[in-house]
């Protein structure tokens, strides 16, 4: 049976920190650094492309958090008028505006008492940003159509996949960028994570198959060898959006080369070093951490076939899933 597709932390709301797994540097480092700004109630910005899993990291930060009882709300700043922006941000009266029929919250209203979560911040108006930097600032802002000063207790989380500093380069405010940046974490490419690739292949696939009705086992050697070796410009959704399609084009229980769409025009990334990943820092050097990177490791070897891995680990394919629903528990979109 393939493993539950919400095992994985990529594909969970309730997912904390302690839920993802990694053997690669630059993804232990962030995630450190990660569970050090949740145990604040500072703002934090997380800089990483496209696909990345920005959100998925938020959402584990607020439910590593003392907020993780209060709400989680999201807001996606890009490609929005001003006008707009202000009755998504912080709500309208009634009556505003043509349509406003009543009174509406908005989202840092909404968010009261938890985190708000504002993605592609670095689209925002000059305007908007203004408006931003007071909220996030005092707490305090104002419904569309409104004189009243309202308060909402929320902490900022915000993201983006451009390069923004407190240089005073480019469009972004510096005042706004000191004060949404009280930490900044950088999320890694998947490019960055070669070590974590086959678990995450696995995992995806598995989810897939259960979606779609099938019993996808694995990848056949070419298929793993050109998936390992593929830059992931798209990221954790490319990944996403790469399996899904090659388990619906499949027709037996093995995917194939055949059946990957990838782009053409990405340099690929390193192979995966046939010596053991890096271990993790002292404190989280578990028995668990080393049986991850030993399934990790066999699972590259036999080309991602989940049957395979179990034959070579001496384990029944019932228990390699539950070992990979485990390992398995933040990582995605």
């Known amino acids: 049976m393939a493993p539950n597709p919400r095992a994985s932390a990529y594909d969970r709301t309730d997912a904390t920190l302690d839920d993802f797994y990694t053997s690669d540097p630059p993804m232990q480092a962030c995630l450190e650094r ?30 590593s958090s003392h907020r993780g009882r209060g709400p989680f709300v999201s807001f996606n700043a890009a490609a929005l008028s001003d006008t707009l922006l202000d009755s998504q941000l912080f709500g309208h009266e009634r009556g505003a505006f043509t349509g406003a029929h009543q009174r509406v919250k908005g989202k840092f209203e909404l968010a009261h008492q938890g985190t708000l979560f504002l993605d592609e911040i670095a689209d925002l108006s000059a305007a908007a940003q203004s408006k931003i930097l007071r909220a996030v600032e005092y707490g305090e802002f ?10 909402a207790d929320v902490r900022v989380i915000s993201a983006t996949h451009l390069a923004i500093n407190g240089a005073g380069e480019g469009r972004f405010r510096q005042d706004l960028f000191f004060r949404i940046s009280g930490f900044s974490l950088t999320l890694p490419s998947l490019r960055d994570r070669p070590n974590d690739l086959p678990v995450l292949l696995a995992a995806e696939i598995a989810r897939a198959s259960e979606r779609q009705g099938k019993a996808i086992v694995g990848l056949d050697r070419a298929a793993a060898t050109r998936l390992l070796a593929y830059g992931w410009p798209g990221n954790l959704r490319e990944l996403s959006t790469v399996v899904h399609a090659a388990v619906a084009l499949t027709t037996g229980e093995v995917i194939g080369e055949e059946q990957l769409i990838l782009g053409t025009n990405h340099a690929p990334v390193a192979k995966v070093s046939a010596s053991p990943p890096p271990p993790p820092s002292p ?8 049986m991850a990177q030993h399934i990790m490791h066999v699972l590259e070897d036999v080309g991602g076939n989940k049957r395979k891995a179990a034959r070579e680990l001496g384990v029944s394919r019932a228990t390699l899933d539950r070992k990979l629903r485990e390992i398995s528990r933040l990582a995605s979109r």
């Open 34 to 63: 990660a569970r050090v700004a949740a145990q604040t109630d500072l703002p934090i910005l997380i800089l990483g492309e496209s696909g990345a899993g920005k959100t998925i990291l938020a959402r584990a930060i607020h439910n």
């Open 142 to 151: 104002e419904r569309l159509g409104s004189d009243t000063l309202q308060r």
């Open 283 to 290: 404190r989280r050097r578990t028995l668990r951490d080393a």
